[in-house]
Structures are given as C-alpha cells and as structure tokens.
C-alpha cells in the first residue's frame, strides 16, 4: 500500500513519570492531591499536574504503575499492548489488560483484566522496560476482544506500523473456532494499512458495513498542482472521500483552508468527485451512505446489502 509523502507511522510513546501510593505516607499522598500537584489516575497511582489529561496518557500511566507494582511475571496485552505500541484506539477504556501465568490473584481490582494462557516468547517483546505482546499479538488480540469498528482501528495502524499480514492470516488460519476468531477474521478481511487515523478507519467502515464496494485507500491524483493523495475512494469511478478532524486547520485556518479550497478545485477540474467527511457526517451514517451512492454507478448500490459480520 503507498503512502502519501510525509505521512508518519504509529510509535511508542514517551513513559511518563508516576508516584505510587505505597512508597510515601497515606498523608504525604493526601497533601498533594489536596495541593493539586498530584492527580489520581488509578488505584495507587498518581501523576503530577499540569500533563496530558487525556484518557490514552491516563491509560499509559496505569500501566506504568501497574508494572512497578505487580511481582508476577507479566505482560500487557490487548488495548493495553495497543497503548504501549502507540497503536489508536476508538475508545480507550479503564482497564488494564495483561497476561499471568494463573488467572488466580489476590488483588480482583476490576480495573486489572487477566487472561491465560501466557503467551509464547514469540508473541512478547519489551517497549521502554515493560513486557507487552508484539505488535502482530497485539492486533490479533485486540480484533478477537474488540467490537469490529475497535478492531479494525487497531489492525489498520498495526499493518501501517508494520505488521505483517502473512502472520494474521497465519494467527487466523491457527485459531478457527476459537472464542472471536470469526470477528477477527472478518476484521483482518477489510483492514487496510492505507489509513492515517482512526477516523478514517471509522469512515471507511462505514463505507465497508453498508455494503459499498471496498474503497481504495491513499489515492494518488494528478492535477495541474501536482500530485495530490486523498483519503480513500474509488479510483476507477474517480470517487474520492477526504476525512477533515478539526486538527487539519489547527493554528492556521485561514491558510489551511485556502491551501486546502486550491487543492478540491485542482481536484474537482481534474475530473473527480470529491466528498469531505466530518464527525457529524459519522454520526448520521444513512446520509453519507446516500450522499456517496448517489456518485456511484446505479448498478453498483442497487439493492446494498449490509455486512453483518462487521455488526
């Protein structure tokens, strides 16, 4: 699959720094919450305020703590490993998933998810001195866990970062009939490492659920300025989708935009139609899903039927 120039790919992020409860006095840990210098993100793990509060930085630092606290062997695993790996989630959840060599434990937090059996040397790795699932693993795991739109966002950034699709296939192949084989197969089925975020993943499964034909990812379009890639589409009906996040024009809207109005123009006169997708247009799928047959061949949308393995 090509990419555009300049496109980046998934990556580990940064360890952040976190102070568990047990190595300071009860009221040493109440004093700077009080004082707001601490921040309580799980149990018995705090980190300093004025970082990222959002719940994937939430979810790193739980996994960090939780690292230092447990003494069984043990690595994360499913969103967990996700995390670590850098890979996106469509929804980052409180729980910390990892593998132990027993189900049994003392400490039933129901913030910790435990699963047997513990993987082999081949499916672990080590990111920044923690044990977690490779990146295949990872993808596997998490499209057998996951609802399918979860699992396809994962196994697209896993293929982009690198993954290799002989080894899903493989892992698919090894585990029929297993408990979420079949939604990971179905997963594994429409994954394309041609996307650049979740969103994307989120408008191509759309796209994939209501039964529209399967779109390309990453299409390059000659135009009078240059070279341009859109998101996905249609090439062969000169169809194209182009997801806009709000971060597009961050800082620089009025430049942004008008870099971005030169580029649809170039499009549209290169003889391509183009379609822009927002949030709002994910959350009223039966009006996209009009929108984008009505520029499909009328013998390609009559009578759609929808995907139900990806329901």
């Known amino acids: 699959m090509p990419h555009r120039p300049g496109s980046t ?24 919450v009080a004082a ?6 799980g149990r018995g793990v705090y980190v300093p305020t004025g970082g990222a509060t959002d719940k ?49 434990s003392q400490d039933r937090s129901p913030e910790i998810a435990r699963h047997t059996p513990f993987p ?6 080590v990111i920044a ?8 693993r990872t993808a596997w795991d998490c499209a057998s866990l996951l609802r399918p739109l979860g699992g396809l966002v994962v196994v697209d950034a896993a293929l982009r970062a690198g993954a290799d699709p002989a080894e899903l296939a493989a892992r698919a192949d090894a585990t029929v009939g297993r408990r979420g084989s079949g939604r990971a197969r179905a997963v594994l ?48 009906w000169r169809v194209l989708l182009e ?20 580029r649809h123009d170039a499009i549209v006169e290169a003889d391509w139609r ?22 499909l061949p009328q013998a390609v949308t009559s009578g759609l039927r929808p995907r139900r393995e990806l329901y």
């Not at 707001?36 to 993100?41: C, G, K, P």
């Not at 001195?129 to 295949?136: C, F, N, Y």
């Not at 191509?204 to 998101?231: M, N």
């Open 189 to 236: 089925q429409f994954a394309d490492g041609g996307s650049e975020s979740a969103w994307e993943t989120a408008c191509r499964f759309t796209l994939l659920r209501a039964g529209l034909p399967v779109p390309q990812t990453q299409i390059p379009v000659a135009t009078r300025l240059g070279t341009f890639w859109a998101d996905l589409g249609w090439a062969q």
């Open 243 to 262: 997801y806009d996040g709000r971060t597009k024009y961050a800082g620089r809207e009025a430049e942004a935009f008008l870099q971005e109005k030169r």
């Open 36 to 41: 707001q210098q601490w921040r309580r993100v």
């Open 56 to 104: 994937r930085s939430d979810a790193l630092a739980r996994i960090v703590g939780l690292h230092a606290r447990l003494t069984a062997e043990t690595c994360f695993s499913h969103t967990s490993a996700a995390v670590l790996l850098g890979l996106p989630l469509w929804e980052t959840g409180a729980v910390t998933h990892i593998f132990q060599r027993s189900s049994a």
């Open 120 to 125: 082999p040397p081949d499916d672990m790795t």
């Open 274 to 295: 183009i379609i822009h997708v927002t949030r709002d247009d994910l959350r009223n799928t039966a009006a996209l899903i009009a929108r984008v047959a009505g520029l």
């Open 9 to 32: 790919q998934p990556a580990p992020p940064t360890a952040p720094t976190v102070h568990l409860a047990r190595d300071v006095p009860r009221q040493v840990v109440a004093e700077r």
């Open 129 to 136: 001195g923690i044990p977690a699932t490779t990146l295949g």
